[in-house]
């Protein structure tokens, strides 16, 4: 049988520490946080391989659970600290918010797939708030210290970053399929400003695709 305890440890060491992850805080809530209990059932065997896995949706389009390391550097972007109010956006089974409440974080986990939505509700246990509604709707409970978007945004978030705070943080993967970036947007009154932070990819949300326009 796995030793999750050991998988989670080597995580943290070969996968997170490796890439640039060097918050002592968010190492301890990734080697606390147990990851198998997110992913999708029959799948806990692959819950700390360095990939992302698949999430089985209604209509939502492709969806994963983003590898550990892409999400440990999104999260670190965010200086998530005690008390910090986090959005997480396309949350999944819920295992970012999770980790981000393990940060002690307030979070409002947002899901558009009912059954993902209800899977977060079932594997957070009531740590966490979990919103089930439209990726770009105005959230109750903002604006937000900060957001997190676990998928690609093909255009700028901008329904998502008008509910932050002034000086809030948003971390996104960025742009078309194969010049995709992790970004990092703060707030700075009606300003926002945008830093590419490195390469990633994950699949675009629909709710944040680019609208074809005519070719002539």
Do not use: H
């Not at 670190?76 to 997480?88: E, S």
């Not at 937000?144 to 971390?171: C, K, M, S, W």
């Not at 993967?173 to 009606?190: C, I, N, Y």
């Not at 926002?192 to 680019?210: H, I, W």
């Amino acid at each position: 049988m796995l030793d999750y305890a050991q998988a989670r440890r080597l995580m943290v060491d070969c996968q997170l520490r490796t890439f640039d992850v060097n918050d002592n805080a968010v190492l301890d809530a990734f080697d606390a946080v147990p990851r198998e209990r997110f992913v999708p059932a029959g799948r806990e065997p692959f819950a700390y391989i360095d990939q992302a896995l698949t999430l089985p949706t209604e209509n939502d389009g492709p969806r994963v659970m983003a590898a550990p390391m892409l999400l440990a550097r999104m999260v670190q972007a965010l200086k998530v600290r005690p008390g910090t109010r986090v959005l997480d956006v396309a949350a999944g089974y819920g295992y970012g918010a999770a980790i981000l409440n393990r940060l002690g974080a307030q979070v409002v986990a947002l899901e558009s797939d009912a059954a993902l939505a209800d899977g977060a509700r079932e594997r957070l246990g009531g740590t966490v708030e979990v919103a089930q509604g439209g990726l770009t709707e105005t959230v109750a409970g903002g604006p937000f210290d900060a957001i997190l978007i676990e998928g690609r945004v093909e255009t700028r978030p901008q329904a998502l970053l008008d509910q932050l705070r002034d000086d809030g943080r948003l971390v996104c993967v960025l742009g078309p399929d194969r010049g995709a970036k992790a970004t990092l947007f703060v707030r700075a009154g009606d300003a926002f400003g945008a830093r590419p932070l490195f390469d990633a990819n994950l699949p675009a949300l629909k709710a944040f695709a680019t609208v074809p326009g005519f070719a002539f």
